[in-house]
């Protein structure tokens, strides 16, 4: 049988990556996906959030980060599961510099912990911004609480899409 | 089986290079200065090593130390991976390789100019592999900021606070000011320093993390027989282990069931299934600290306290001289020097010999430790 993991463009996980390798024009570090990591990147080129779970009926776990084989059960099926977006907010740290000169020019900014609604054991790194396109150093910082409520939202950094998040209203 | 590796090996010789911001030496001498400053220590010829061990990102080679100090045929090398992670492993190896019977004079060592060197995380060329393509992007960059997201959720479910954070980085300050080999001897810290300090990566400021740091450290391992008969008196090395816990994901554990027990709580299982004694009998600790909120992490995981208690075990002047376990008595990696934890090993060896600038009186145990947050080892040494 072979790998059914399910990409976009249907070349399963050995497919170009929809970013590009390396660094924006304003110096922001962009992904560089491995081959297990590419179909995150893809489905957030498309404004989804998926996670990798396990094809396998008699499993079908999710795991984070992606890689070739479920952990639970050996079995190397796999596929991209929709998530819905919520999440809460399980930890997060504000840098300041010393830090590379274009995290630098932001700073402080905010980093979150996400915990996926979906998915409470994984816990994916992002930043907390007014509006998907604003700045990592948007959000008030009195506002930055562990629990809070959160949604993601996709922006566009130097040709490569990556998940951001929006504080839900309450 | 176990017993093979107990009191088996011992420890019979250290040295160390003097540590400072910038040292005028390359790394590949300083690791030279400090391999020979240990064989002289023990009373070993150079030409008796046959065994070395040290991290993988010792960037000085075994082929390199081997022909410049003149060792012998070597016959055992071994390197350690994730970088303070590894350092009680390169004496596990070696005892190892000793007890048997692969290699008789084992050299572990680490030499660093992080000091006056690049700063790892300011690479961008090879940072972004997994799982890099996960965090990196979000200005989640260095060390300080990966350990701030534990120590951020770490503070939030336990009731931790900056106070204990500080009770950390004031014992291994107060150490270091008893140690003039120490970057921070004659550098006293108060309260009021750490609180009005300039933040890192929030909630950890710059007393939270560790000096940079040029220099390097080694020590001699020799079976127990033989330390014996060597210039220094013997400290048995009682029981080692290692940690990669199920589902580990390194300095960025965010993705498994309980992120905050981390690979301190795998090797203390196997740590103290070998031992003839437990946390309660221990002396004197070398706790590994790049960064202050490792260390109520591994008091809880080495089990000093229980979960959720290692901030509170800090009160009190628990971690001080005279307290219920002093630690990092040479002032650790927060105050003596960062050479990724080799310096607790050796500080370790200097309490059990009696020969510590803080000695804890009749210092019998120590357990040293490295770096929580990685796939890590510890070792117990006795006297």
């Avoid at chain 2, 064989?39 to 990102?57: C, K």
Wanted: proline share 7%.
């Amino acid at each position: 049988m072979t790998t059914a993991t399910n990409t976009p463009d249907g070349t399963g996980t050995s497919g170009p990556a929809a970013a590009p390798a390396g660094t924006a024009p304003d110096g922001l570090l962009l992904p560089v996906p491995d081959e297990d990591g590419a179909p995150f990147w893809e489905y957030a080129a498309r404004g989804e959030l998926r996670i990798q779970a396990c094809a396998s009926e008699s499993c079908g776990r999710l795991r984070f980060p992606p890689r070739p084989c479920c952990p639970h059960c050996g079995s190397f099926d796999g596929e991209w599961r929709r998530m819905s977006g919520r999440g809460r907010i399980w930890s997060y740290v504000r840098p300041h510099p010393p830090l590379l000169p274009a995290y630098a020019a932001q700073a402080p900014y905010n980093v979150i912990l996400v915990e996926l609604a979906d998915a409470p054991r994984i816990r994916l790194a992002g930043n907390l911004v007014a509006a998907a396109g604003a700045p990592l150093n948007s959000v008030d910082p009195a506002r930055l609480r562990i629990g809070a409520k959160v949604q993601v939202v996709f922006a566009e950094v130097g040709g490569t899409v990556v998940p951001r998040w929006l504080l839900e209203r309450s | 089986m176990a017993a093979g590796l107990k009191d088996a090996t011992a420890i019979a010789g250290i040295g160390q290079t003097a540590f400072a911001r910038r040292l005028p030496q390359t790394e590949k001498e300083l690791a030279c200065r400090a391999v020979l400053a240990a064989l002289d220590d023990a009373g070993i010829a150079p030409s008796e090593v046959d065994a070395f061990a040290s991290y993988t990102m010792e960037e000085t080679d075994e082929v390199e130390v081997a022909k410049a100090i003149g060792a012998g045929d070597v016959t055992f090398f071994s390197k350690v991976g994730y970088g303070g992670g590894g350092s009680c492993a390169t004496v596990g190896h070696l005892a190892a390789a000793i007890a048997t019977g692969q290699a008789s004079v084992g050299v572990a060592w680490r030499s660093r100019k992080r000091g006056s060197g690049p700063r790892p995380w300011k690479n961008t060329a090879v940072q972004l592999p997994t799982p890099g393509q996960w965090t990196r992007p979000f200005g989640l960059l260095r060390p300080a900021d990966e350990i701030g997201m534990l120590a951020r959720r770490y503070m939030h479910e336990y009731g931790a606070t900056r106070d204990h954070l500080f009770n950390v980085a004031l014992a291994c300050r107060n150490r270091a000011n008893q140690n003039p080999a120490a970057m921070m001897y004659e550098r006293p810290l108060t309260r009021e320093m750490y609180m009005t300090a300039r933040w890192i990566s929030e909630p950890l400021c710059l007393f939270d993390n560790c000096l940079e740091t040029d220099g390097a450290l080694a020590c001699v391992i020799v079976s127990a027989e033989r330390a014996r008969d060597c210039r220094q008196k013997p400290v048995y090395v009682h029981s080692v282990a290692q940690g990669l816990p199920a589902q580990h994901h390194g300095m960025v554990n965010y993705w498994n069931d309980d992120p905050l027990s981390g690979p301190a709580w795998t090797a203390a299982r196997h740590l103290w299934k070998q031992a003839d004694f437990g946390p309660d009998d221990v002396d004197v600790a070398q706790i590994y600290d790049a960064f202050t909120p490792l260390i109520p992490l591994s008091l809880e995981g080495y089990g000093f306290c229980g979960r959720g208690e290692g901030a509170a075990f800090t009160e009190g002047g628990t971690l001080e001289i005279g307290g219920r376990l002093p630690i990092n008595t040479g002032g650790g990696g927060l105050s003596e020097a960062y050479v990724h934890g080799f310096n607790l090993i050796n500080e370790g060896v200097k309490q059990l010999r009696g020969t510590s600038t803080a000695q804890v009186p009749d210092a019998a145990t120590c357990l040293v430790t490295a770096g929580e947050g990685v796939p890590t080892s510890a070792i117990l040494l006795r006297a």
